[in-house]
Each structure stands twice: as structure tokens, then as C-alpha cells.
Nanobody, 118 residues
Framework: QVQLVESGGGLVQAGGSLRLSCVASGTVFGIDIMRWYRQAPGKERSMVAYITSDGTTDYVESMKDRFTISRDNAKNTVFLQMSSLKPEDTAVYYC????????????WGQGTQVTVSS
């Protein structure tokens, strides 16, 4: 079993910054890809960014210039640095980890609330 704990969410004014963290603990090995998703009220959960074990990253286009994903493989931690935040970034942000090789697994964190005031 793998447990994911997100932190770093909170209330921030538009234009501000936040740094989210997600630590994976438990029987952690061979994580291939770490992702951040978000879910705004009344909307479906959608991916924000991902990072692979070799450091390859990708972002949703609208966030590419404002968000930066990174990871510390030694600490099984993934980060999401968010800047120039907008009210429409308000959502619960979730961490997701996946291993594709056998034994494959996928886990989700409990989410951390990010609220951006105008």
C-alpha cells in the first residue's frame, strides 16, 4: 500500500503563489509517473501536470507558463509550484502516482484545497 499526503494548499490573492507538496509513503517503489490533478466545484477532475521518473514533464497548455512540477525521487515527493494564480485556479488539487510495470499500481491523495480570491 502507498499513502499520499498533499500539503501546501490555502487561501491566496490573485497574482500570488503557492507550492504544493505530495509525499508518498508505505510500500513505495518504482513510481513511473507522478501527476497533479484538480477538481473545481461542479466540474470533473482534470490533469494539471505530470512528471516521469526521468524528469520529463508536461502541462495543460493554460498552466504551462505559470505552474512548475518537480519531484524528489529520493524522498518520493512531487511538488507543484504555482504562480500568477487566478480565481479560476480555485480547486481541490490531488496527487496521483502510478507504476506501469508489474506489479502495477495507482494511488490518489486526499486532496488539498487551493482558493484564489480576486
Amino acid at each position: 500500500q502507498v499513502q499520499l499526503v498533499e500539503s501546501g494548499g490555502g487561501l491566496v490573492q490573485a497574482g500570488g503563489s503557492l507550492r504544493l507538496s505530495c509525499v508518498a509513503s508505505g510500500t513505495v517503489f518504482g513510481i513511473d509517473i507522478m501527476r497533479w490533478y484538480r477538481q473545481a466545484p461542479g466540474k470533473e477532475r482534470s490533469m494539471v501536470a505530470y512528471i516521469t521518473s526521468d524528469g520529463t514533464t508536461d502541462y495543460v497548455e493554460s498552466m504551462k507558463d505559470r505552474f512548475t512540477i518537480s519531484r524528489d525521487n529520493a524522498k518520493n515527493t512531487v511538488f507543484l509550484q504555482m504562480s500568477s494564480l487566478k480565481p479560476e485556479d480555485t480547486a481541490v488539487y490531488y496527487c496521483n502516482v502510478r507504476r506501469t510495470a508489474l506489479p502495477a499500481y495507482e494511488y490518489w491523495g486526499q486532496g488539498t484545497q487551493v482558493t484564489v480570491s480576486s
